[in-house]
């Protein structure tokens, strides 16, 4: 967010709800902000609808947080619970038609390219499990197979929390939901490993419960993206109410992912490990 990309009409700013105003006069972006600084901006207006304990609120709070370019950034999005908060940060922000994403971004990112040949601007899809793994899939490896500067970011609370509880692909095995009453029968998809052998050069696999290595992941992703190739950050971000736990245990949820099928893990080639070298970001032990 930045003063000089949200102005609102003056005709209707009186209209806007106080909140509103206080993140588009205060907000986070004119300085740069890492996850340390929580607490002292807002990334999206606290009357945001996600149920208590969202998960999928959390990451993309920690994620909004950790952009290195806010005020040059545009976030993609689609449909799922993932779109509530973004629509309510005070960031450049596109939905697309359910699972287009990556196809958008790729277009939106090849035209700022050609309109802004001297400034970075960073294009970020943010989108649910559903999005990526499921409708979106092909848009999303193809964008991976063409090399597409762009960064793209799983919310994976393991369902369709929007809809009211379906099957996604990255639903573990056996986890029966409101509308998979006998259990899902294959394993989660494994995007994070595809991601690697299809065209990222970056791709990181983190939960909410750690919410640094989250922000320094996104940060390296997005960097990464505008020079040397796509990026992949997927977020375990747990949903209380479809996955069926108390909403003050969303963190110890996420803690508990890191021990089954969770673990941080983070891959980078050779080139991207260099470019952000260059950039001065050491690259951190896990
Ligand atoms: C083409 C199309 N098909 C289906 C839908 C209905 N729909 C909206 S959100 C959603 C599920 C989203 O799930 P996910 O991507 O996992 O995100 P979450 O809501 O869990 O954050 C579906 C099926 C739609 N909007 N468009
Ligand atoms: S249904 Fe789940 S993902 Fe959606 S807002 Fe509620 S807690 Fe968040």
């Known amino acids: 967010m930045s003063k000089k990309i949200i102005t609102p009409v003056e005709e209707f700013r009186d209209l806007l709800p106080d909140e509103y105003k206080e993140l588009v006069n205060d907000g986070p972006y004119n300085e740069a902000k890492t996850v340390d600084d929580l607490g002292s901006f807002k990334e999206i207006t606290e009357a945001h609808p996600h149920c208590a304990g969202c998960g999928v609120a959390l990451g993309i709070r920690l994620g909004l947080a950790s952009l290195p370019k806010p005020q040059d950034t545009i976030v993609i999005g689609t449909p799922g619970c993932s779109f509530f908060a973004l629509s309510q940060s005070a960031l450049n922000y596109s939905c697309t038609a359910f699972g287009n994403q990556n196809s958008v971004a790729s277009g939106l990112k090849r035209m700022l390219k050609l309109r802004f040949p001297q400034t970075h601007k960073d294009v970020v899809v943010m989108v649910g499990d559903g999005g990526v793994a499921d409708i979106g899939l092909d848009y999303t490896l193809h964008s991976w197979f063409r090399g597409e500067n762009i960064t793209t970011v799983m919310l994976d609370n393991e369902v369709y929390g929007n809809t009211g509880g379906q099957e996604s692909g990255m639903t573990v095995k056996g986890k029966v939901l409101n509308m998979a009453p006998t259990g899902k029968k294959f ?84 080139e991207a490990s260099a470019y952000l070298s260059g950039l001065g970001e050491v690259k951190e032990k896990s």
């Not at 595809?194 to 419960?209: F, L, N, R």
């Not at 969303?250 to 803690?255: E, G, L, N, P, S």
Request: proline share 7%; hydrophobic share 40%; with cysteine.
């Open 187 to 270: 394993s989660k998809i494994p995007v994070f490993e595809m991601a690697k052998t299809s065209g990222c050069v970056y791709a990181v696999k983190v939960t909410v419960a750690n919410a640094r290595k989250l922000g320094t992941a996104l940060r390296r992703a997005v960097l990464i993206a505008r020079e040397v190739g796509p990026t992949y950050v997927q977020i375990y971000t747990p949903c209380p109410t479809n996955l069926k736990f108390p909403p003050n245990q969303t963190i110890a949820v996420a803690k508990d992912a890191e021990k089954t099928h969770y673990a941080y893990e983070e891959y980078i080639t050779d």
